[in-house]
């Protein structure tokens, strides 16, 4: 059962008030989702995926928290997951096992864990990223459908280490080889249902519509060699705009997702489903990380470099480790401080890496943000932490994770996975004789 925090309005993230209430019940640093934010974002994928024959998916990787799987399935929203503990994750909020339909996808470049027990348990589909996966459920001796996923030869992550197609990705089977593959599931009685690609966001949402126009050309090509292919997944990766956060032209989306349903099923002769599998677009603005300022101090210019004011805070890259892996920029708001004057500031956590710091650059050069100068016990909100935030974080230092507090429209807030203790890190230690 979670555990009922407050009433509050549902200002949320702008709301020094409130966040100091939810801080004095559970502490710095916490994660802060909005129900109301979560269900606006909801609303435009299924606007554009209201159409027959198009069915939209959530990449659960970007946010598995209970409330945030739940939304989705009364949504109407399948799911498209990449571990067999993602896949039992999914069952237990409630999405169907099986796989007439596959509400629950099961995506993967290679199998580890538990993956005999999804497939033999859950019947779900598996779709193959790799031809040397067909080898696989050929000696688990699974007799059921399978999806391939094709590397098409292009595609643009939102930062190099997310290229999610082209020669540098290790995702999907190439595509001049994915006829074979086709032809050795065939031989092992494997028909494949689904054929699945994934081009990523891109910077620009011009560029998005520009690969996913090709793609479905490319994809309509290899279906009709696929006589029992039922669908055909495009990917995810619509954009998310963490700088301006400009909106995403939905219409445009819309009308391309039309056409390439139009185009695929035209090509194969057949009635096909398209699917989209969005997981950031949902989920990004939605949650936000909550830490409080400890200190405020500074470094001066010399020969090695420029100076720096440092704004220290309880938050680290154990809580978001984006801007210190991919040095990707998230907002970052003083909300007692809203309205005052502003200078570029550097915001740093307590860990023991230089790396670790919220305001950094390409080429892990310090990018210094412009916010108002906060005082020691201030909170801050580190903005559109929602996905890729909780789901990466990790017990570096033996630090555990962030509690994570669920705002719902009506403002009642709910404490829906509690900070980790040291016992529950060390909960897995043993001493085993093998």
């Given at each position: 059962m979670s555990t009922i925090l407050t009433e509050t309005p549902t200002r949320a993230v702008q709301d020094p008030e409130l966040l100091a209430r939810?801080?004095?019940?559970?502490?710095?640093?916490?994660?802060?989702?909005?129900?109301?934010?979560?269900?606006?974002?909801?609303?435009?994928?299924k606007a554009i995926t209201a159409g027959a024959g198009l069915q939209a998916r959530y990449a659960m990787k970007a946010n598995s928290a209970l409330p945030v799987l739940q939304a989705m399935h009364a949504a109407g929203i399948w799911i498209d997951a990449v571990s067999a503990n993602e896949c039992r994750r999914a069952v237990r909020a409630g999405f169907e096992?099986?796989?007439?339909?596959?509400?629950?996808?099961?995506?993967?470049?290679?199998?580890?864990?538990?993956?005999?027990?999804?497939?033999?348990?859950?019947?779900?589909?598996?779709?193959?990223?790799?031809?040397?996966?067909?080898?696989?459920?050929?000696?688990?001796?699974?007799?059921?459908?399978?999806?391939?996923?094709?590397?098409?030869?292009?595609?643009?992550?939102?930062?190099?280490?997310?290229?999610?197609?082209?020669?540098?990705?290790?995702?999907?089977?190439?595509?001049?080889?994915?006829?074979?593959?086709?032809?050795?599931?065939?031989?092992?009685?494997?028909?494949?249902t689904l054929l699945h690609a994934h081009v990523g966001s891109g910077p620009q949402q011009e560029e998005l519509w520009e690969n996913l126009d090709k793609l479905a050309g490319r994809l309509a090509e290899l279906a009709v060699e696929l006589p029992e292919l039922e669908a055909i997944s495009l990917g995810g990766g619509l954009p998310y705009d963490y700088r301006t956060h400009e909106p995403l032209q939905l219409e445009p989306l819309g009308q391309l997702l039309e056409r390439?349903?139009?185009?695929?099923?035209?090509?194969?002769?057949?009635?096909?489903?398209?699917?989209?599998?969005?997981?950031?677009?949902?989920?990004?603005?939605?949650?936000?990380?909550?830490?409080?300022?400890?200190?405020?101090?500074?470094?001066?210019?010399?020969?090695?470099?420029?100076?720096?004011?440092?704004?220290?805070?309880?938050?680290?890259?154990?809580?978001?480790?984006?801007?210190?892996?991919?040095?990707?920029?998230?907002?970052?708001?003083?909300?007692?401080?809203?309205?005052?004057?502003?200078?570029?500031?550097?915001?740093?956590?307590?860990?023991?890496?230089s790396g670790d710091l919220f305001t950094?650059?390409?080429?892990?050069?310090?990018?210094?943000?412009?916010?108002?100068?906060?005082?020691?016990?201030?909170?801050?909100?580190?903005?559109?932490?929602?996905?890729?935030?909780?789901?990466?974080?990790?017990?570096?230092n033996s630090l555990g994770r962030a509690p994570q507090v669920w705002l719902e429209a009506d403002g009642t807030a709910r404490l829906i996975s509690r900070r980790e203790t040291l016992d529950d890190?060390?909960?897995?230690?043993?001493s085993e004789i093998l």
């Open positions: 939810l801080a004095a019940k559970v502490g710095t640093p916490f994660f802060l989702y909005e129900a109301a934010v979560l269900d606006n974002a909801i609303a435009d994928v096992r099986g796989h007439q339909p596959p509400v629950i996808l099961y995506t993967a470049d290679v199998f580890r864990d538990d993956w005999r027990g999804a497939l033999d348990d859950l019947g779900l589909l598996p779709n193959l990223g790799s031809p040397g996966m067909i080898e696989d459920l050929v000696a688990l001796g699974y007799q059921g459908p399978i999806g391939l996923r094709v590397n098409p030869g292009f595609g643009h992550g939102h930062v190099n280490a997310c290229d999610t197609g082209g020669p540098s990705s290790k995702h999907g089977i190439w595509l001049d080889d994915l006829l074979a593959s086709a032809e050795q599931a065939k031989k092992a009685n494997l028909p494949v390439a349903h139009t185009k695929l099923c035209s090509a194969t002769g057949r009635a096909l489903r398209l699917e989209i599998e969005p997981g950031r677009y949902y989920v990004a603005s939605a949650g936000s990380l909550i830490g409080r300022v400890t200190d405020v101090k500074e470094t001066q210019t010399n020969e090695k470099g420029s100076g720096a004011t440092f704004v220290m805070t309880d938050a680290g890259f154990t809580d978001l480790i984006r801007p210190a892996m991919y040095g990707s920029y998230h907002q970052i708001d003083i909300p007692a401080r809203a309205g005052e004057p502003t200078q570029p500031l550097a915001v740093s956590g307590p860990l023991c890496e950094q650059g390409e080429g892990e050069m310090i990018a210094p943000q412009e916010m108002p100068l906060p005082r020691t016990g201030d909170l801050l909100a580190i903005r559109d932490a929602g996905a890729y935030g909780y789901t990466m974080s990790s017990n570096y890190i060390l909960a897995t230690e043993c």
